[in-house]
C-alpha cells in the first residue's frame, strides 16, 4: 500500500508537536558551596588617645548624616559579622589619611621636629587610604586593607568547607595600631583583634552560612539529567520532519 505524501508531512509535523508539548521548560537551580568561618572576630578600640574631633560611632546602620561634625568610628558587630572590620565616617572638613605602620617612627614623636610639617605633608602624598571629608560615606578597613597597613598582621581565620574539631581553640588576640594624619595631627589609635570559636558554624546545601547567603543560579540540565532523553527524541522528530518535506518537494518536482 502506498502511502500519500501529505500524510506523511502531517504525521510528522503531529510527532514533533506532541515531544514539543512533552519536553517541560527546565531550569535547575545550582548554588556553589559557601564556606564560613571557624571562629568570630571582635575589634577593640583604645580611644584613650583621640583627640576631641574623633567619636566612637556605635550604629553602623544609623544614616551617617545624622552625626554631628567630627569623625566618627566603629567596628563590626560580632553578632551579625564574623571578620574584623574597622569603619570611619568623616563629617569633619579635614581629610584623614591611613598611613602605613612603616611611617610610625617617622611621624610619632614625642617632641616634633623642625622638619615636622614637611613629613606630616609628605604623609598626605604617602598616605594607604584617604576618608574624604564631609562625605558622609562609610569608609571600611576589611582584613586585606588592615594588613596592607600593618605587615605583622596575619589572617587567622580564612573561610573554610570542614567543620572546626570539637576541641578547637580560638587563635592568640593581635594588636596593633591604625596610623593616622589629621590636619597637622599625628593620630596612633591602638585596636585588639580577639577571637572565640564560631559555634554556628553551618554550610547549608547552597553553601549559606546565616550572615552571607548567596543568589542562585540557574544552569543548563547535564546530559545525564532526566530530561537529556527528551531532547534526544525531539532532535530526532525533527530529522524525520526535514526528511519527510525533502521528500514532498522531491515529488512534487517529479510529477510536474
Given at each position: 500500500?502506498?502511502?500519500?505524501?501529505?500524510?506523511?508531512?502531517?504525521?510528522?509535523?503531529?510527532?514533533?508537536?506532541?515531544m514539543?508539548?512533552?519536553?517541560?521548560?527546565?531550569?535547575?537551580?545550582?548554588?556553589?558551596?559557601?564556606?564560613?568561618?571557624?571562629?568570630?572576630?571582635?575589634?577593640?578600640?583604645?580611644?584613650?588617645?583621640?583627640?576631641?574631633?574623633?567619636?566612637?560611632?556605635?550604629?553602623?546602620?544609623?544614616?551617617?548624616?545624622?552625626?554631628?561634625?567630627?569623625?566618627?568610628?566603629?567596628?563590626?558587630?560580632?553578632?551579625?559579622?564574623?571578620?574584623?572590620?574597622?569603619?570611619?565616617?568623616?563629617?569633619?572638613?579635614?581629610?584623614v589619611?591611613?598611613?602605613?605602620?612603616?611611617?610610625?617612627?617617622?611621624?610619632?614623636?614625642?617632641?616634633?621636629?623642625?622638619?615636622?610639617?614637611?613629613?606630616?605633608?609628605?604623609a598626605?602624598?604617602?598616605?594607604?587610604?584617604?576618608?574624604?571629608?564631609?562625605?558622609?560615606?562609610?569608609?571600611?578597613?576589611?582584613?586585606?586593607?588592615?594588613?596592607?597597613?600593618?605587615?605583622s598582621?596575619?589572617?587567622?581565620?580564612?573561610?573554610?568547607?570542614?567543620?572546626?574539631?570539637?576541641?578547637?581553640?580560638?587563635?592568640?588576640?593581635?594588636?596593633?595600631?591604625?596610623?593616622m594624619?589629621?590636619?597637622?595631627?599625628?593620630?596612633?589609635?591602638?585596636?585588639?583583634?580577639?577571637?572565640?570559636?564560631?559555634?554556628?558554624?553551618?554550610?547549608?546545601?547552597?553553601?549559606?552560612?546565616?550572615?552571607?547567603?548567596?543568589?542562585?543560579?540557574?544552569?543548563?540540565?547535564?546530559?545525564?539529567?532526566?530530561?537529556?532523553?527528551?531532547?534526544?527524541?525531539?532532535?530526532?522528530?525533527?530529522?524525520?520532519?526535514?526528511?519527510?518535506?525533502?521528500?514532498?518537494?522531491?515529488?512534487?518536482?517529479?510529477?510536474?
Amino acid at each position: 500500500m502506498r502511502v500519500r505524501s501529505s500524510q506523511v508531512y502531517s504525521t510528522g509535523c503531529v510527532l514533533l508537536l506532541a515531544m514539543l508539548l512533552g519536553v517541560p521548560a527546565q531550569q535547575v537551580m545550582a548554588c556553589e558551596p559557601f564556606p564560613d568561618n571557624w571562629y568570630i572576630e571582635t575589634v577593640t578600640l583604645d580611644t584613650s588617645g583621640l583627640p576631641a574631633d574623633f567619636h566612637i560611632y556605635s550604629d553602623v546602620d544609623s544614616s551617617p548624616e545624622q552625626l554631628s561634625e567630627g569623625v566618627w568610628l566603629t567596628t563590626n558587630n560580632p553578632a551579625s559579622s564574623r571578620r574584623a572590620m574597622i569603619y570611619l565616617i568623616n563629617r569633619s572638613k579635614t581629610p584623614v589619611y591611613i598611613m602605613s605602620l612603616e611611617y610610625r617612627d617617622r611621624l610619632v614623636m614625642a617632641t616634633p621636629d623642625a622638619n615636622f610639617a614637611a613629613r606630616v605633608k609628605m604623609a598626605h602624598e604617602a598616605a594607604s587610604f584617604l576618608v574624604r571629608p564631609n562625605s558622609g560615606e562609610v569608609f571600611t578597613l576589611e582584613w586585606e586593607a588592615l594588613m596592607d597597613v600593618d605587615h605583622s598582621l596575619i589572617d587567622p581565620n580564612l573561610p573554610r568547607f570542614e567543620y572546626p574539631p570539637a576541641d578547637t581553640a580560638p587563635p592568640a588576640a593581635q594588636h596593633s595600631d591604625l596610623l593616622m594624619v589629621y590636619g597637622d595631627q599625628v593620630i596612633l589609635l591602638p585596636f585588639t583583634i580577639s577571637y572565640s570559636v564560631n559555634k554556628d558554624f553551618n554550610i547549608d546545601d547552597c553553601g549559606g552560612s546565616p550572615m552571607s547567603a548567596p543568589q542562585p543560579t540557574f544552569v543548563q540540565a547535564a546530559d545525564n539529567e532526566p530530561g537529556a532523553g527528551k531532547v534526544i527524541v525531539l532532535v530526532s522528530g525533527g530529522i524525520i520532519l526535514i526528511i519527510g518535506s525533502a521528500w514532498l518537494v522531491w515529488r512534487w518536482r517529479s510529477h510536474r
